[in-house]
């Protein structure tokens, strides 16, 4: 129990430090090009922000990953009467070695990864089993998260190059809709950091 204490502890103090203080960022556009080693100048150094999930639950997220979500989300609604809602976001657990330099920390540990659902005619798409016969609305969102600055982390027929399933409802922030358009080019975040 103490121990536990202590860790929940240090993470929280961790949190704290890296929150207040400027983080040494190295000049390199994504890390030591590692899919899971994020240049943190985009989620970690700057500001967070407060994000309500479908359950309700509150998590903290950067605050410019947040403004594009809110961006895509009014632009996704506004021109195809979609809904698009944070399912779940990605966040610190107590496993997470703050003590590392912070272009070593996971994609879990960037505070820029969402679990997205979609809403439209008050029907909750949430799996791709949901979305059986209804691809057009997955073709929209895909199509329109590069303008936004968000990439497909996991996407269909690259299984094999990301080492997961595909996953449609998994986006990420990653800075700005130049990179993101970088990335699409390569067909996936691991492949553009090969090149």
């Known amino acids: 129990m103490k121990r ?22 190295r000049a390199t556009e994504f890390g030591d090009k590692d899919p899971n080693q994020v240049n943190p100048r985009w989620f970690l150094g700057g500001p967070k922000e407060t994000v309500t999930t479908t359950e309700g639950d509150r998590r903290l997220v950067s605050k410019s990953a947040a403004d594009a979500y809110y961006k895509y989300a009014a632009f996704m609604r506004e021109e195809y009467g979609v809904i698009i809602l944070i399912k779940d976001t990605y966040m610190p657990t107590l496993d997470t070695d703050f003590s590392v330099a912070p272009n070593m920390l996971r994609d879990e540990d960037t505070f820029s990864a969402f679990d997205v659902c979609i809403r439209q005619d008050d029907t909750l798409y949430d799996t791709v089993e949901s979305l059986e016969g209804k691809s057009e609305i997955l073709i929209k969102m895909h199509e329109n998260l590069e303008q936004f600055g968000f990439v497909l982390r996991y996407p269909k027929g690259k299984e094999n190059i990301t080492g997961h399933d595909y996953d449609p409802f998994h986006i990420r922030f990653v800075g700005s809709r130049d990179s993101a358009k970088k990335i699409n080019e390569y067909g996936s975040l691991e492949e553009y950091l090969e090149r």
């Open 4 to 25: 536990n204490y202590f860790k929940y502890l240090a993470l929280v103090l961790s949190f704290l430090v890296l929150v207040c203080s400027s983080v040494h960022v």
